[in-house]
T-cell receptor, first 112, second 116 residues
Framework: QKEVEQNSGPLSVPEGAIASLNCTYSDRGSQSFFWYRQYSGKSPELIMSIYSNGDKEDGRFTAQLNKASQYVSLLIRDSQPSDSATYLCAVPSGAGSYQLTFGKGTKLSVIP | GAVVSQHPSRVICKSGTSVKIECRSLDFQATTMFWYRQFPKQSLMLMATSNEGSKATYEQGVEKDKFLINHASLTLSTLTVTSAHPEDSSFYIC????????????FGSGTRLTVV
């Protein structure tokens, strides 16, 4: 059973701070990793994808992948109240099924 | 970026009637689409995987005769909730896999179904 683990939070950070969200996965063969943001009552929105070890930056977001440690993280710089949402880490199940295995999500609150 | 369109966004229907939800990939061909449901404050629950031109694969506990899925083209999958009951009221979300280049998964905006 492939697993994706996230701290459920809530994670509270002050406005302007860096929010750090963490995710570990069990399948060492996983090749692609996704971060989604989900606002309450809305569907998930893809904010970052990462495939190679190291960092990938997109605006205020940085995804970090360490395949040896089976760890992927998301950093949000200059956090804004509008970043308050649940962040989902997802990894494809592989073996042709293409299903995404999701973590339970980390709820982030950015305090003004 | 890639967009997945889902309609309707909100529907209210009477018990015993059927409701069809459409999911379209607008700028890529999606050989695989997924249907989820989500109850308030709970995680996404995968209902079924829809492959173009073949029968959907349903998750354990999901009634295939109640939740009919059709993936007739590379850009359209539909979910029909048949003989709806109040307990079917939920937030239904589709997702499409863009296989070109490095694969990505995009979600529709969701359909909030209320059965009265």
């Amino acid at each position: 059973q492939k697993e994706v683990e996230q701290n459920s939070g809530p994670l509270s950070v002050p406005e302007g701070a860096i929010a750090s969200l963490n995710c570990t996965y069990s399948d060492r063969g996983s090749q692609s990793f996704f971060w989604y943001r989900q606002y309450s009552g809305k569907s998930p929105e893809l904010i970052m994808s990462i495939y190679s070890n190291g960092d990938k930056e997109d605006g205020r977001f940085t995804a970090q992948l360490n395949k040896a440690s089976q760890y992927v993280s998301l950093l949000i710089r200059d956090s804004q109240p509008s970043d308050s949402a649940t962040y989902l880490c997802a990894v494809p199940s592989g073996a042709g099924s293409y299903q995404l295995t999701f973590g339970k999500g980390t709820k982030l609150s950015v305090i003004p | 970026g890639a967009v997945v369109s889902q309609h309707p966004s909100r529907v209210i229907c009477k018990s015993g009637t059927s409701v069809k939800i459409e999911c379209r990939s607008l700028d890529f061909q999606a050989t695989t689409m997924f249907w989820y449901r989500q109850f308030p404050k709970q995680s996404l629950m995968l209902m079924a995987t829809s492959n173009e031109g073949s029968k959907a694969t349903y998750e354990q506990g999901v009634e295939k005769d109640k939740f009919l899925i059709n993936h007739a083209s590379l850009t359209l999958s539909t979910l029909t909730v048949t003989s709806a009951h109040p307990e079917d009221s939920s937030f239904y979300i589709c997702s499409a896999r863009d296989p070109w280049g490095t694969p990505k998964y995009y979600f529709g905006s969701g359909t909030r179904l209320t059965v009265v």
